[in-house]
């Protein structure tokens, strides 16, 4: 048994034998081709994603913001709204006379003809 290990195998070089190491040569390199393209498809498809993935996390917090700061805006709207319908309503009252008259008799204690103005404290600051 000791001398079948001893001996060494010589191989044929044949013209048949080089053509299946050069299929065999042809064959290892397109795997590694293969790989080496599988690879770069991997890496680029990964890259890719990694892109996407973080484009549409940016416009989803763009989004959210746009959202919250809408109804801010819409609140803040609301509330010009009704104070641009008081002031309008002040508006049309500062056209009638008698109102005018009214103001000034509280404000400035105007009094017409023959009128006395008493100013009795509110019952509230009591």
Request: without cysteine; neutral net charge.
């Amino acid at each position: 048994m000791s001398l079948a290990k001893d001996r060494k195998i010589t191989q044929l070089q044949s013209q048949y034998m080089q053509q299946q190491e050069r299929k065999e040569q042809i064959i290892k390199r397109r795997k590694r081709g293969l790989i080496r393209r599988l690879t770069l498809f991997g890496l680029i498809a990964a890259v890719t994603s990694v892109i996407v993935l973080t484009t549409l996390i940016s416009q989803s917090s763009a989004i959210d913001e746009k959202i919250h700061e809408e109804k801010v805006l819409q609140s803040q709207l609301t509330k010009l709204e009704k104070e641009e319908k008081v002031l309008e309503e002040e508006i049309v009252k500062l056209n009638d006379d008698e109102y005018i008259a009214k103001i000034a008799r509280r404000d400035y204690f105007l009094s017409e003809d023959n009128e006395i103005i008493f100013n009795l404290p509110n019952k509230d600051k009591e």
